[in-house]
């Protein structure tokens, strides 16, 4: 499979995903500072940094999360100050498209809206392909596949880092996979990216080797492996249900 050429600059947004997601197409999603940012709570999970080097990023992190939430840190591995507490450690990867990806429509996909949020909730329950919340799919373009009414299968976009688009929420009910369902999806989703000068990229759990395989079959390519790990932040209130996620 031939490696991606990226650009210094293509490599620092990737790095990053977020932060250069919210401090670019997906500001008026922003809640937080220069330091820290997050999207709006109903939106997505995700907690960006734009350096952890820079000074008085802890204090940022608390100030916009609050005391004894859970955070989850993606691509970096920061020492911990005193009070922050680790909960567990993981593996992911990152996949960027390669000129091997043939992305074409899908003439069965259906863009999904705010009329299929509960639907949309219900199958990604189902399924755990990911975070997906209420408004999730403000983010970028969403799409289904409706068996007989019934949502059966979804993807769409994320991350939107300038020139780059996260494809992600894939999910495929059991009793309809192997169907290539899923893979028509992802593709449709891509040629969607493309027809408007971005390009795509995905992220997936590190032992999840099925769907990593599915993805370079498309046309993907494993850039880097990323390590995460979940910490709390210090004071009361420890057990936040909703644990935010660095990236």
Do not use: C
């Amino acid at each position: 499979m031939p490696t991606p050429t990226l650009s210094d600059h293509d490599i620092d947004l990737l790095d990053n995903a977020a932060w250069h997601a919210l401090d670019g197409p997906h500001a008026r999603f922003a809640v937080g500072d220069d330091l820290v940012r997050r999207y709006q709570p109903d939106v997505a999970p995700f907690l960006a940094v734009r350096s952890w080097d820079e000074p008085g990023v802890w204090d940022s992190i608390v100030s916009l999360v609050g005391p004894g939430a859970d955070v989850a840190i993606s691509g970096a591995d920061p020492e911990l100050p005193d009070g922050w507490t680790e909960l567990w450690r993981g593996s992911g990867v990152q996949l960027v498209e390669t000129s091997r990806l043939r992305p074409v429509a899908y003439d069965e996909a259906v863009v999904l809206g705010a009329e299929d949020v509960p639907d949309m909730l219900a199958l990604v329950e189902r399924n755990r392909p990911g975070p997906f919340l209420p408004r999730t799919h403000e983010l970028g373009r969403y799409v289904g596949v409706r068996r007989e009414g019934r949502l059966i299968a979804m993807a769409g976009e994320r991350l939107h880092p300038t020139g780059w688009t996260e494809i992600s929420a894939v999910a495929t009910d059991p009793d309809f996979r192997r169907q290539g369902i899923a893979s028509r999806l992802v593709l449709d989703v891509a040629f969607h990216i493309q027809q408007r000068g971005d390009r795509a990229l995905m992220h997936a759990a590190a032992d999840n080797v099925d769907a990593i395989r599915a993805y370079e079959k498309l046309g993907f390519h494993l850039w880097r492996r990323r390590g995460f790990l979940s910490v709390r932040s210090p004071g009361t209130g420890a057990g936040t249900s909703t644990t935010e996620q660095a990236a």
